[in-house]
C-alpha cells in the first residue's frame, strides 16, 4: 500500500470513526435521559455482544467446504461459553478459546 | 481524579483486555507488514483509528484487491457499531468535563466498553478510571501492532487462531449479561439479524444492523410484557451518579 492510498485510508477511517465515537455522547450528555430511551441503552450491550458474536461465528455457506471447518470455531466458542460462565474472567475466556481453536486445527490437518 | 488508587484500579481492569490485545495486536501488526505498511504507519492507525476489526479490515481488503475508498467505507461502516457504545455512557459522563467525555469516548472499544460498563453497574467506577481502562488498552494494542509489524513475517502465528482471542472476549462479555427475557430477546434477534444482513450481501454494516433490530425487538419485548422485563432496565438506571471524585 503507497503512502498516498494509506492517507486516505487513514484520515477516511478517522473522520468517521470519532465522529461515530465522539458526537452521539455530546448530543445526550447532561440531559435527563427518558425512560424509554435508558432502557434501550441498557438493551444495548446484550444486542451488541451477540451481534459481534453472530459476526465472529456464522456464515452463511459455512458448511459448504464440509462440516469439521466451520465446526471448529463452534466447538471452540462453547468451550469459551462455559469457561466465561464458570470463570466470569476475560482472561481465562480467551486462553481457553485460543487453546481449544489450536488443538482442533491442529489434528483436524 | 487519577489518583494513584484510581490507576491501579484501573489497570488491574486493564489487565485481561492487554492481554487480549497482544495475542490479536501482534497478528494485526504482521498482515500490516505484509501489505507494505511501516511501524509509523501501523503506529498512526492504531492511535488515532484504534479499532481491531477496522485494522484486521484493511490489509485483508487491500490483499483481496479492493480499492481505497471501498476500503475506507467497509472499515466505516463496521465501525458504526461505536454510535451505540458512545451514546449509553452518556449518563456517567453527565457531569465529567468536556474533555475528559470527550477523550474517553474517542478510545472505546467493544472490550472496554464491556469492561467499563460492567464496572458502572457495579457502582464505585468513575470517568477516569473508565478512560486509563480505555488509555491503558490502547497502549497494549499500539505497542503489540507495531512489534508485530516490526518482526513482520518473521514469526509465523496462524492469524485465524490469534484472531479467534477476540472472539472469545466477546463470548465472555456476551455470557456475562444478565439474561432476562428482554435480554435474551435482544440477544437472539441480533444473531439472527447478523445473519441474515451477510446472507443478504450486507456484510459490512451487518453487527450495526444486527444490534439495533435486537434492541428494539427487545424494547417492543419489554412494552408488550411489561412486568418481566423489569430487570432489564436497571443496569441503565443504576449507573447514573456513579461518579465519585
Given at each position: 500500500m503507497s503512502w498516498n492510498e494509506f492517507w486516505f485510508v487513514l484520515v477516511g477511517c478517522v473522520l468517521a470513526m470519532w465522529a461515530c465515537r465522539v458526537i452521539p455522547l455530546f448530543l445526550l450528555k447532561g440531559r435527563e435521559l427518558p425512560d424509554r430511551l435508558a432502557q434501550a441503552l441498557g438493551f444495548i450491550p446484550p444486542a451488541a455482544f451477540a451481534a459481534l458474536v453472530a459476526n465472529d461465528l456464522l456464515n452463511p455457506g459455512m458448511f459448504d467446504a464440509g462440516v469439521w471447518p466451520a465446526a471448529i470455531p463452534l466447538v471452540a466458542a462453547v468451550a469459551s461459553a462455559l469457561v466465561a460462565a464458570k470463570t466470569r474472567s476475560l482472561l481465562w475466556t480467551a486462553v481457553t478459546g485460543v487453546a481449544v481453536y489450536a488443538a482442533l486445527a491442529f489434528f483436524a490437518v | 481524579m487519577f489518583s494513584r488508587e484510581h490507576i491501579l484500579s484501573a489497570f488491574s481492569a486493564a489487565v485481561p483486555i492487554m492481554l487480549g490485545y497482544v495475542a490479536i495486536g501482534l497478528p494485526c501488526g504482521i498482515l500490516g507488514n505484509t501489505i507494505g505498511l511501516n511501524p509509523l504507519q501501523v503506529a498512526l492507525l492504531s492511535i488515532l483509528l484504534y479499532s481491531g476489526a477496522g485494522q484486521f479490515m484493511i490489509p485483508n481488503m487491500f490483499l483481496a484487491g479492493s480499492g481505497v475508498a471501498a476500503i475506507t467505507a467497509s472499515v466505516s461502516l463496521v465501525n458504526t457499531r461505536q454510535m451505540l457504545y458512545a451514546a449509553s455512557f452518556a449518563p456517567q459522563?453527565?457531569?465529567?468535563?468536556?474533555?475528559?467525555?470527550?477523550?474517553?469516548?474517542?478510545s472505546v472499544t467493544d472490550e472496554s466498553y464491556g469492561v467499563n460498563t460492567a464496572r458502572f453497574a457495579e457502582g464505585n467506577w468513575s470517568v477516569d478510571r473508565a478512560l486509563m481502562v480505555n488509555l491503558f488498552s490502547q497502549s497494549s494494542w499500539t505497542i503489540s501492532n507495531i512489534v508485530g509489524c516490526a518482526v513482520g513475517a518473521a514469526v509465523d502465528i496462524p492469524v485465524s487462531i490469534a484472531a479467534f482471542a477476540m472472539t472469545a472476549i466477546f463470548i465472555c462479555l456476551l455470557v456475562t449479561q444478565k439474561f432476562t427475557s428482554a435480554n435474551i430477546v435482544a440477544m437472539v434477534v441480533a444473531m439472527a439479524g447478523v445473519y441474515l444482513c451477510k446472507a443478504l450481501g450486507l456484510t459490512g454494516p451487518a453487527i450495526l444492523i444486527g444490534a439495533i433490530a435486537g434492541v428494539v425487538c427487545a424494547l417492543a419485548f419489554s412494552a408488550i410484557f411489561p412486568r418481566?422485563?423489569?430487570?432489564?432496565?436497571?443496569?441503565a438506571a443504576q449507573t447514573s451518579g456513579g461518579d465519585d471524585r
Open positions: - | 459522563c453527565a457531569d465529567s468535563p468536556r474533555w475528559l467525555s470527550a477523550l474517553f469516548a474517542a418481566r422485563a423489569t430487570p432489564a432496565t436497571t443496569a
